[in-house]
């Protein structure tokens, strides 16, 4: 591996696996989303066209102009109000909201491209519905579950979190979710269960970037089933008061706000209780650079990008980065007696 500058501008960030890509591999990348640009353009400019929003300064607000969420999802029930509580809310940051277009253009989903605005230009290809789950692995009761019947049994809730990309960015984004909890509950897990794995659909039709090799398909996370019951952790299924789109991860995301975003699992099909630590896409493309933990942790750099700080998207200085992403109190006691810097 070549080395670089240890914190490059951020217009040269390169996304995590460009950087172990060869240049044989990029071409033929290009090459295989070259066909899809004619064939979404006008999905294309729906996407940059439609989502302009109307978010203040402080990209607070409803996301406004004509944006319309993808046609095969139906609209999503009303979130129930976010409990008030009283000092510091975890559930709901009071740091001003990435802007809606923002959020859904400049993106990190290898399967729909591996720029950060190929992901919005390919999701036209994502069939959102019918969509299932399986929730398999060691649990009393095994099911494959429609989406809307998920839908239907846990009352959404807005969340709205940092999210801290390992590649030193980040956003602030109000989720509709629900907490995976709540249906790990359900689920009833077996006294073996001690992970959740998650994974993406695998289906190069709809997710053309399974057909390169730049990671092993189809997309794998894992969470220790303690921090898979935590209540920050969501499943995601919109964001703004809107159905996710493909190229955040529609229909059904990961959000784990104390880890990198890379830990969030886009467009699940796959819920599986285990005994044994799950081997996850990141950690075993580079295990030296992505951890199975991947807590937020300035104090502990990755080799190429350091990570005592961050650019929020919209603003122009740079952040200190907090421990945990800035959620210590809620999760910190979960890694007691472990050595972070090892496990990370
Ligand atoms: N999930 C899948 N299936 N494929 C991906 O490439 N990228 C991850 C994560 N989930 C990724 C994924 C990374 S690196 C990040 S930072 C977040 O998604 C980005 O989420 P966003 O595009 O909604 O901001």
């Not at 960030?13 to 890509?21: G, M």
């Not at 846990?154 to 909890?181: D, K, N, Q």
């Not at 289906?203 to 398909?217: E, F, K, M, N, T």
């Not at 799950?278 to 933990?293: I, L, M, N, R, V």
Request: glycine share 8%.
């Amino acid at each position: 591996m070549s080395k670089l500058p240890k914190e490059p501008p951020s217009h040269e960030i390169t996304p995590p696996a460009l950087y172990t890509l060869r240049r044989r591999e990029l071409l033929k990348n290009a090459a295989l989303f070259a066909g899809t640009a004619s064939a979404v353009g006008g999905g294309l400019v729906w996407l940059t066209g439609g989502q302009a929003g109307v978010a203040d300064t402080a990209g607070r607000g409803a996301p406004g102009g004509s944006a319309a969420p993808p046609v095969d999802a139906p609209p999503l029930p009303e979130a129930a109000p976010t409990p008030v509580t009283s000092g510091r809310d975890p559930f709901v940051t009071d740091e001003a909201r990435t802007a809606y277009e923002d959020i859904v253009s400049y993106n990190n989903y290898y399967e729909l491209g591996l720029s950060k605005s190929e992901p919005a230009a390919n999701a036209g290809r994502l069939r959102l519905r019918p969509w299932s789950v399986a929730c398999e692995g060691e649990v009393k009761k095994p099911e494959v579950i429609d989406l809307d019947t998920l839908l239907r049994w846990f009352p959404l809730e807005e969340r709205v979190y940092r999210m801290r990309c390992v590649e030193a960015w980040s956003m602030v984004i109000p989720w509709l979710g629900f907490p995976l909890a709540a249906l790990l509950r359900r689920l009833d897990p077996t006294s073996r269960a001690r992970y959740v794995q998650f994974t993406t659909l695998l289906d190069p039709a709809q997710l053309p970037g399974q057909r390169s090799d730049v990671l092993d398909w189809p997309y794998v996370e894992g969470l220790r089933i303690d921090e898979a019951m935590h209540p920050l952790t969501l499943l995601a299924v919109g964001l703004y008061g809107k159905s996710l789109l493909g190229q955040n991860g529609a229909p059904l995301r990961l959000v784990v706000p104390w880890k990198y975003g890379f830990k969030g699992c886009k467009s699940i099909v796959s819920i599986k209780l285990t005994e044994r630590q799950p081997k996850t896409t990141w950690s075993q493309a580079a295990p030296d650079e992505y951890g199975f933990y991947a807590n937020v942790n300035p104090a502990v750099d990755h080799p190429r990008w350091s990570q005592a700080s961050e650019r929020r998207i919209g603003e122009l200085r740079r952040r200190r980065t907090l421990p945990f992403n800035g959620y210590a109190e809620e999760v910190a006691g979960l890694y007691s007696g472990m050595d972070l810097r090892e496990n990370f």
